[in-house]
């Protein structure tokens, strides 16, 4: 039986008249032919051919290419205008490179204008070690040959500089800080002799230069011309640059003028020479002009740092004031220390004790009570003063220095003497009362600036202690006006002789004369302020007692005489509070006093706390110290003698007449 004959093979007649047959009218398809033809897939043999139609695939892609342009487009307007000032700012901060120019910090005079403190150009010497290596120079030995030339320079020993030098895969060691400009020459000169040589050497004998890697990094140093010459007064510099004590530290901001800055373009961490650059200079800071005599001052830091020395003592001070103007002259302590070396300094001997020290004054302080007592009419030089050998006050008994019989003072006497009980006595007629009398000396004390700031605003500077009349216990009531039970400082107790020199007026204490700014303007600095404190009558008698003081036979002060002139002083031995421990230990040994003391011009004031060998009575300890620097101030300062004879005041008195 024949197959049946498959339609889909029997051929296709040939075309005739280049028509194309008749199309066959399709058959239904079914479900399964439907699906096969939309899949994209090749149909079987036996389905029919049908084109796919591209327009879905170009719709997606037409969408991509939307949502690319437009966040393109979102992206440039985002950052042409919306951000374009930020971006801008960060091209220029990569293309723009800001350099500080540092101030020249003002300098710090005397009332001459001797220089105390000055800044210098100054240079870190430094070295690139890798460039030293033998592979560099073709020698082994290269690092210990450029210590050998440069330990004599720099003042360093070979050894450390060999180590230094001899690590060949370094870039950097610093071999010494803030050398001279001269140090730094001298290697430059060393250096360029040996190019010479190196140069002329002939090739088969090559001598390589061995500082080749040695470098100098410039900045400012501040430098102290007087070492440890008023170093309390001026501070110190910290490591970065900074005022870190003293005047350094008050007047940092007028010192330190202000910082310039110069902004140019780089290219590759070059600097563009035909770029624009910004610069805006410093401005130097303001010169600072003293009230201190540079000379006077080497004297007081020498005489009281022999005297600590001598009497093996903790520490001293000496204030030297004008007694017109306020002026302080030299404000010494001992021991010091130098700014330009810290790294030797100790840590006590930093600041300025004769601000920052609290203690008692001592007998010294009796000159305030001395003022009230004559102020207030309670008494006169004459008045006749009956001294016991001791005194019941309160809970105790109160005793003199020395024991004796029955004294007979006139009040000039209970000075010239310094009796405790004498002044106890003169001040209980201060009022009706003790609590009165109390009341009366404080606001004296309070006057004469005791309890009060100096006025100097100095770092550290203490007030001292001084407690309302209403807190002073039994005790304090009578042992305040002799000089224990309160508490000053250095300067504080040289204003109140000061003050007395003065005709009765305070002149707040000053360290500043004036200033010079950058654009060299002088300033005066502002008049200090002043007090009535007592009388010109009372402060001429007090200073006639105080000569009796020194050239009375039987005063404590006759080591502070000066050939030629006249003298008025006190001494002054308190019992000292140890600031360790916060009790009574040791002695303050102190003297004030000024001259001529019938035209006054100066004012000293010396303190030696807890002196341990020979005396600790002031007259002894600080009597001299006094004496040297009185007479050396009067002949710095050209002050004549007056050529007047002293008043003799009576000290004692005979009783029955």
């Not at 000496?318 to 300094?345: C, E, H, M, Y």
């Not at 404590?556 to 916060?582: E, F, L, M």
């Amino acid at each position: 039986m024949t197959p049946p004959r498959d339609p889909r093979r029997v051929p296709r007649p040939a075309r005739s008249g280049g028509r194309p047959p008749a199309r066959r009218s399709a058959a239904p398809r079914t479900p399964a032919a439907r699906r096969s033809a939309g899949s994209g897939r090749p149909r079987s043999a036996g389905g029919p051919l049908r084109s796919v139609s591209p327009r879905p695939r170009l719709r997606l892609v037409a969408l991509a290419l939307t949502l690319v342009m437009l966040t393109f487009a979102v992206r440039l307007v985002q950052v042409q205008g919306v951000d374009a000032a930020a971006y801008a700012a960060k091209a220029n901060e990569n293309r723009y490179v800001p350099v500080k120019l540092a101030a020249e910090r003002g300098a710090i005079t005397d009332r001459n204008g001797v220089a105390l403190a000055t800044t210098v150009d100054a240079y870190d010497i430094t070295a690139d070690p890798s460039l030293l290596a033998p592979d560099k120079v073709k020698i082994d030995d290269a690092p210990q040959r450029a210590a050998a030339l440069l330990a004599p320079i720099l003042g360093v020993p070979r050894e450390t500089l060999a180590a230094d030098l001899d690590r060949p895969k370094s870039r950097y060691v610093l071999l010494a800080r803030q050398r001279t400009p001269q140090v730094w020459k001298k290697i430059k000169d060393l250096r360029k002799e040996l190019d010479a040589k190196a140069a002329a050497a002939p090739k088969s004998a090559p001598r390589p230069n061995v500082l080749v890697g040695i470098f100098a990094d410039k900045h400012s140093k501040r430098v102290y011309p007087g070492g440890d010459l008023a170093a309390g007064v001026l501070g110190f510099m910290n490591s970065e640059g900074k005022g870190a004590g003293g005047l350094e530290a008050r007047l940092n901001k007028e010192l330190a003028g202000k910082d310039g800055k110069l902004v140019y373009a780089q290219s590759g961490g070059r600097r563009v020479p035909t770029a624009d650059a910004q610069e805006h200079p410093a401005v130097p800071g303001t010169d600072v002009q003293l009230t201190l005599d540079r000379d006077i001052q080497w004297a007081a830091q020498r005489a009281i740092s022999t005297q600590v020395d001598t009497s093996g003592a903790d520490r001293g001070y000496v204030v030297v004031q004008d007694t017109r103007t306020g002026q302080i002259l030299a404000l010494a302590n001992a021991p010091g220390f130098d700014p330009n070396d810290l790294s030797k300094a100790s840590p006590h001997s930093l600041g300025n004790p004769a601000l920052s020290d609290a203690f008692e004054p001592g007998s010294t302080s009796k000159l305030m009570s001395m003022a009230a007592v004559l102020e207030e009419g309670a008494a006169t030089p004459y008045t006749r003063v009956t001294v016991p050998n001791r005194l019941h006050r309160g809970d105790r008994l109160f005793a003199d220095d020395i024991d004796h019989d029955t004294w007979h003072l006139t009040l000039n006497g209970v000075l010239a003497k310094s009796s405790n009980i004498g002044t106890i006595l003169a001040t209980g007629q201060l009022g009706t009362t003790q609590p009165q009398a109390n009341q009366v000396l404080y606001s004296y004390l309070r006057k004469f600036g005791i309890g009060r700031p100096t006025g100097l605003d100095f770092p550290g500077e203490t007030d001292g202690i001084l407690a309302k009349p209403q807190d002073w216990n039994t005790s304090q009531q009578y042992t305040i006006p002799f000089g224990q039970g309160l508490s000053l400082n250095a300067v504080q107790a040289a204003s109140v002789y000061s003050t007395i020199a003065n005709g009765g007026e305070r002149i707040a204490p000053s360290l500043v004369r004036g200033t010079t700014g950058p654009d060299g303007h002088y300033t005066p600095a502002p008049e200090p302020a002043r007090n009535r404190v007592v009388s010109k009558k009372t402060a001429a008698t007090l200073a006639t007692m105080l000569e009796s003081v020194v050239n009375d036979q039987e005063g404590t002060g006759a080591r502070a005489k000066i050939d030629g002139y006249r003298v008025g002083g006190k001494t002054g031995t308190s019992n000292r509070v140890d600031p360790k421990t916060g009790r009574y230990h040791g002695y303050t040994a102190s003297f004030a006093g000024f001259a001529p003391a019938d035209k006054p011009r100066i004012t000293v004031y010396c303190a030696v706390q807890n002196p341990t060998r020979g005396s600790y009575f002031g007259g002894q300890v600080c009597g001299p110290v006094f004496q040297q620097v009185m007479a050396f101030a009067l002949k710095t300062l050209q002050v004549p003698p007056t050529g007047a004879q002293p008043p003799r005041l009576p000290v004692t008195f005979q009783p029955g007449e």
